[in-house]
Structure formats: structure tokens, C-alpha cells
Nanobody
Framework: QVQLVESGGGLVQAGGSLRLSCAAS????????MGWYRQAPGKQRELVAT???????NYADSVKGRFTISRDNGKNTVALQMNSLNPEDTAVYYC???????????????WGQGTQVTVSS
């Protein structure tokens, strides 16, 4: 089992910045993939960014150049630096971890409780 605890959401004006953090605890085996997803009211949950334990990153087109994902493998933490925020970024942001079981398979996905990000115009 893996537990994920997020922090850092809040209210910000358009053009502002926020930094989200997520701490993972429990059976966080490597390699693994950690990331952020978001869900706006009335919409499906969507990928924002992911990062592997090796440091490879992947971003949604809508956030490329504005958001940066990073991680500290020693502390099992992942962060999302969000710059140039706009009202379309308003959503609940969820931390996600894809972690293998002992022996390397299967892989399991875990979710944090979510943190609200609201961008006012």
C-alpha cells in the first residue's frame, strides 16, 4: 500500500503561480511513475504531468511551458510548479503514483485526496 498526501493548493489570480507537493509513504518500490492529474467541474479527470523515477517527464499540451514537475526519490516526493496560471487551470489536482508490487509486477495505481486550485480572472 502507498499513501499520498498533497499540499499547496489555493486561490490565485490569473498570471500567478502555485506549487503543489505530494509526499508518498508506504511500499514505494522502484521503478515507479508519479504524477499529477486534475478534474474540473463537469469534466473528466485528465493527466497534467508525470515523471518516472529515472526523471523522464511527460506533460499535457495545455500546460507545456508553464508547469514543471519534479521529484526527490530519496524523500519520495513529487512537486508541480505551476506558473502563468489561467482560469482554465481551475480544478482539483490529484497526486498519482504507479508502483510495482514486490517482484516487479503487477503495477498498482494510488491516488491522493486531491487539492483545490482556483484561478480567478
Amino acid at each position: 500500500q502507498v499513501q499520498l498526501v498533497e499540499s499547496g493548493g489555493g486561490l490565485v489570480q490569473a498570471g500567478g503561480s502555485l506549487r503543489l507537493s505530494c509526499a508518498a509513504s508506504g511500499s514505494v518500490f522502484s521503478p515507479n511513475i508519479m504524477g499529477w492529474y486534475r478534474q474540473a467541474p463537469g469534466k473528466q479527470r485528465e493527466l497534467v504531468a508525470t515523471i518516472t523515477s529515472g526523471g523522464s517527464t511527460n506533460y499535457a499540451d495545455s500546460v507545456k511551458g508553464r508547469f514543471t514537475i519534479s521529484r526527490d526519490n530519496g524523500k519520495n516526493t513529487v512537486a508541480l510548479q505551476m506558473n502563468s496560471l489561467n482560469p482554465e487551470d481551475t480544478a482539483v489536482y490529484y497526486c498519482n503514483a504507479a508502483v510495482p508490487a514486490v517482484g516487479g509486477s503487477p503495477w498498482y495505481r494510488y491516488w491522493g485526496q486531491g487539492t483545490q486550485v482556483t484561478v480567478s480572472s
